[in-house]
């Protein structure tokens, strides 16, 4: 591909939340006015604009035009990969690597409005006895965010390592709400929410895991950027599958076919790979309110959504567990329906509700 990366970053946990950071101070008039002329920025410069941000050296409407830029232009590897590492130096880590732990996590952004498909996912995948560390956020171009559902659940927010340890032991799944380890872009949630669209922190989000997953399911909302994680993550020690539905979703979608890059080759996998039959979208079509994606997720999980729902909550599991495995999408489809069915995803819910009061 032509491109050159430090990739050390990538593979080095971070120590500790380095919220005062000291960087190259950088005008946001002049950088404002640069990317504004089309011009890029270096993975150093990208990095500093970050720990600037984190270190509030710039307004909110200084944050919200730079994160602005980047809805009307493609964001660069080197840029990516400058914002990327320094989240990673600023971030708060937690030790899990005792685990062979996967996390599924999208980027969002897809406005597809699904419900909270790897969500769920991730709950079936610890029911089939793979340790899933599961970091996400609430919505900010969705309805309905997994923290959302988990809160609105009962499922207490922790960066308390035993705590964490606790639930994977014994529910095979902890939560990683991503502002508890975050705690750098507490300057930029506000912003995000009031802009209530997608920026290039959605693209961030699954990249960003403070706990360094062994494995990772990633959902992307585009090829491009498809082809950037691959890029970002090939020199990493992480076992990944990298997912984009052709038709616009951040996940396999089943309503058509899902190009698939992993360490060791791309592929496309279409709905006959697991056995089912093609789905539309409204077959797939989220709740309205926080509440309804709530109340959707519980049916879901207690084997109780449609057959359509089912199918594709276990298409995205089954994939972290061949993903985790070394199976085909079949197999794991399959291990995936028998976690569903027989409730051991629902027990993995009711399991860190109890660990939660």
């Keep these: 591909m032509g491109y050159k990366l430090n990739n050390s970053s990538l593979k080095k946990p971070c120590k500790s939340a380095k919220i005062n950071v000291i960087c190259v101070p950088l005008k946001m008039k002049n950088i404002l006015n640069r990317l504004i002329n089309h011009e890029t ?63 599924l996590c999208g980027t969002g952004g897809d406005g597809k409005d699904t419900f909270n498909i790897s969500t769920l996912a ?31 659940l009962g499922v207490k927010f922790s960066n308390d390592k035993d705590y964490l340890e606790k639930c994977i032991d014994q529910a095979g799944i902890c939560i990683l709400h991503a502002p508890l380890f975050h705690p750098a872009m507490k300057n930029v949630a506000p912003i995000r929410k009031e802009l209530a669209v997608k920026t290039f922190f959605n693209m961030l989000g699954p990249m960003v ?15 491009e950027l498809a082809r950037m994680y691959s890029y970002l993550y090939q020199n990493t020690e992480t076992n990944y599958t990298i997912l984009h539905s052709l038709d616009g979703y951040d996940e396999i979608s089943l309503t058509g076919n899902t190009k698939t890059i992993t360490n060791k080759m791309e592929g496309m ?24 994606s709530a109340q959707m997720f519980l049916i879901i999980i207690s084997g109780k959504g449609t057959e359509a729902q089912n199918n594709v909550v276990c298409a ?42």
């Design 41 to 103: 920025l270096s993975k150093q410069e990208a990095k500093n604009i970050l720990i600037n941000i984190s270190n509030g050296s710039y307004n909110p409407s200084q944050i919200a035009s730079f994160l602005t830029v980047y809805m009307m232009r493609n964001i660069t590897i080197d840029e990516l990969a400058g914002f990327r590492e320094a989240l990673l130096e600023l971030c708060i880590s937690i030790d899990l690597s005792a685990y062979n732990t996967i996390d």
């Design 122 to 152: 991730s709950f079936v995948t610890a029911g089939a006895g793979i340790k899933v560390a599961k970091h996400g956020n609430y919505g900010v171009s969705s309805i309905s965010g997994s923290s959302n559902v988990m809160e609105n």
């Design 209 to 223: 895991n403070p706990s360094f997953p062994k494995n990772q399911l990633v959902g992307v909302f585009n090829l």
């Design 269 to 292: 996998l279409k709905p006959e790979d697991f056995g089912v039959n093609i789905l539309s979208q409204t077959d797939i079509q989220g709740g309205t309110t926080i509440e309804e």
């Design 316 to 357: 995205n599991a089954g994939m972290a567990i061949a993903t985790v495995n070394n199976l085909t999408p079949k197999q794991g489809f399959e291990l995936a329906k028998e976690s569903l069915l027989s409730g051991k995803g629902l027990e993995a819910l009711k399991k860190l509700q109890q660990l939660s009061l």
